[in-house]
């Protein structure tokens, strides 16, 4: 089974980020979007735990929403960056989803 | 009217919700009465002003232009609280750099924004008289 989890909150303003990572197993793919992407951003505490997460898990980033944002050009190393049509993608590539709130 | 010393604070980053958009329209209206106005972006309220935003893709209004227009509004004290920035491993080269015109210096262009720590803006927040928080 794989899940896709998604993160739509700052990991600055709550803990969902955290959470999330503690249930990521490997095979799983955690997508950031909304406010969730600023844990896709280099130099923060959020990108360092990507960095030391498990090779199994893959992350990545909504990209309008980092567009949105400003940050394009801050994305931390190890996250893939999707549109719409990729999000659609790990939807229906995954069992199911978990949309952290 | 009595002039009083508004301050109002940002704490949350733009687009996820409706906070900071709100926030920048109660300035905007507050800017008709004259008052002393300070704006504080703090935590993820410094992500309000980061350069560079484009909203195209996901079919909201950006609104990060209307900052600029502050100074024109005399609201010309806009406090960044350092430790939130590095958190966020940004500086202040991430951020928009606002300005104002001082009509008593011949419309001399001066920085809006005041980079400060959290001790020097818990002072300037104990000033004030009337505290708005977004």
Known sequence: MSLLHTINKSPFESNTFDTCLGYAL???TVLLIEDGVYAATT???AAEKIK??????TFAVLGPDLQARGLEGKLA??????????FVNLVAENDSVQSWL | MAIKKFMYVNRKPPYGTVYALESLEVVLIGAAFDQDVSLAFIGDGVYQLTKGQNTEAIGQKNFSPVYSALGDYEVTKIYIEKESLEERGLT?????HLVWEDEDEDYAEKDSIRLVSRAELADVMAEQEIILSF
């Open chain 1, 77 to 86: 190393d190890g996250i893939k960056v999707v549109d719409y049509e990729g």
């Open chain 1, 26 to 28: 490997d095979g799983s």
């Open chain 2, 92 to 96: 202040l080269d991430d951020l928009q």
């Open chain 1, 43 to 45: 130099d923060t505490s």
């Open chain 1, 52 to 57: 030391n997460a498990s090779s199994g898990v």
